[in-house]
Nanobody, 124 residues
Framework: QVHLAESGGGSVQPGGSLSISCTAS????????MGWYRQALGKEREKERE???????????EYADSVKGRFTISRDSALNTVYLQMNSLKPEDTAVYYC??????????????WGQGTQVTVSS
């Protein structure tokens, strides 16, 4: 079983910065991808989660167009931790941010895990 522990988030004024992190623990053999998705208020269904940024094996990164140039995703493979640095935040970035990790467990079975979510609020 894989557990994701998220930290960070909170409230900030427009133009401010926040960082969030997520650490995966448990019976992990390998991690193929780590990323962040977000879900705005009123969009509670899982399919309405928007991919914000993700980092794939070999450190290939992908970003949503709406956050390019403002957000930076990074990963510490030794710690099974992914970070998201968010700069120049806008009110429309307000959402619950969910960590997502894809990999293989110690039993070599694939897993696809979500964190519990952390709230990011951008408001003046």
């Amino acid at each position: 079983q894989v557990h994701l522990a998220e930290s960070g988030g909170g409230s900030v004024q427009p133009g401010g910065s926040l960082s969030i992190s997520c650490t995966a623990s448990g019976s992990i053999f390998s991690i193929n991808a780590m990323g962040w998705y977000r879900q705005a208020l009123g969009k509670e269904r899982e399919k309405e989660r928007e991919m914000v940024a993700r980092i794939i094996t070999s450190n290939i990164t992908e970003y949503a167009d709406s956050v390019k140039g403002r957000f930076t995703i990074s990963r510490d493979s030794a710690l099974n931790t992914v970070y998201l640095q968010m700069n120049s935040l806008k009110p429309e970035d307000t959402a619950v941010y969910y960590c997502n990790v894809i990999g293989s467990g110690s039993d070599f079975k694939s897993f696809f895990s979500w964190g519990q979510g952390t709230q990011v609020t951008v408001s003046s």
